[in-house]
């Protein structure tokens, strides 16, 4: 018999969590998430809230309580990751910042058919007459704690994230809100046990009681609420700083590494310290949250003229200095010419990257989109190139040509070449 203690333990699965999908959902996402959690069919639990509906309104009421009471989920049928209320988002000034994301409010809306569904098929119910007058503010008082209950819940999720006075506004109008019900409930309940000659004395001892245990308790909140706020600025720090750790090892240090090797060659050590600085500037004020990968195609005019450049400096080791004024999303035109750009800085890193330099200038102004490539090399002349070097009249002239754009080569005063480059952006189609 084998020994149990040299059998290897194996690790305890993470319970499964429901949630309500946010994909594909036709009302709240409970049938979805309830189905992706079960392992069935959507049109089945979809026909099982049906069949319950025609049972006094009960399928409408489990739906509303799960739409109220499970979270929402990330993703489709089967996707257990809840959706998060608090992202990042980088300022103008290149700073990033936590920010609370839009909640469900969808939430707002089960509530309130929860408790017109409740009413209407606990009325449905043989009770008897204390029962029903009973019902109503047991509804409310209900109603008002899973309110609270819930923005409470929202509240700690959010790690007491500072957002704008809007939501601030909004959280402690539920909050109010919440306790109003509950009031009213109570309220309503005292009533009918006593009198209503005596809810003003009631009421006031409701109030002293709340006065005394907020004198008790204030500061307690006041210090747990100042301790939670100093972690959570604590934990953002340290996020920040494992941040440009990894960061600073993955490239910065590499980097350096590599110039150190190559110390002798001015010119890798320029290409070396261009390269590193542009992805320090890109890592620092690129914003979070886009869901775009660095290795995705540019999808305007700015960030296709950038990289390229960069691409064509890296490949060549020739410096190219980019000005880019204005921005406009790519379209099958500007496409071509960021292609024809892209062979022009080719051509003059490879041919007039001795001289210094390359400038390159890039400019959207309404409907049109100009690019300038700029060499300091020896120059050249179209005309005595010969007719089998396709280059620059099919890669930059022809391709200009066909997209409806137009190239001119011209000479520089100071020495070297300036390939100018101009297309009217496409016209919108709906």
Known sequence: MPDAAALPLEDPRPPRKLYRSGDGRWLGGVARGLAGHLGLPVVWVRLAFVGLFMANGLGALLYAAFWFFVPLGVGGVGDHKPAS??????????????????????????????????????????????????????????????????????????????????????????????????TAGVSAIFVMQVSAAHLGAVLEAALAVLVGITLLAGPYLVRVTQDLSEERLMRIRAQERAEVAAHVHDSVLHTLTLIQR????????????????????????????????????????????????????????????????????????????????????????????????????????????FVSVRDRGPGFDLDSIPADRMGVRESIIGRMERNGGTARLRPVPDGGTEVELEMERAEKTA
């Open 262 to 369: 190559n110390a002798d060659n001015a010119g890798e050590v320029r290409r070396l310290a261009r390269a590193q600085e542009r992805d320090l500037r890109t890592w620092l004020y690129k914003p979070e949250g886009t869901g775009k990968d660095e290795a995705d195609e540019p999808d305007t005019v700015a960030e296709a003229v950038r990289r390229n450049a960069a691409e064509v400096e890296d490949k060549h080791g020739v410096p190219i200095e980019v000005v880019v004024v204005g921005d406009c999303p790519l379209d099958d035109r500007t496409t071509a010419q960021m292609q024809a750009a892209r062979e022009a800085m080719v051509n003059a890193a490879k041919y007039g990257g001795e001289g210094g330099a390359v400038q390159v200038y890039a400019e959207v102004e309404g409907r049109r989109v």
């Open 85 to 182: 209320l608090v992202g990042t988002e980088t300022s103008p000034e290149g700073r990033r910042r936590l920010v609370a994301r839009k909640p469900d409010k969808g939430q707002m809306v089960a509530l309130l058919l929860m408790v017109i569904v409740s009413m209407v098929f606990l009325g449905s119910v043989n009770l008897t007459n204390t029962a029903k007058a009973y019902l109503v503010p047991v509804v409310l008082v209900a109603a008002g704690v899973a309110l609270v209950w819930r923005q409470a819940d929202n509240a700690r999720r959010a790690r007491w994230v500072e957002v704008g006075g809007r939501r601030r506004t909004l959280t402690l109008l539920r909050a109010a809100v919440g306790v109003l019900l509950v």
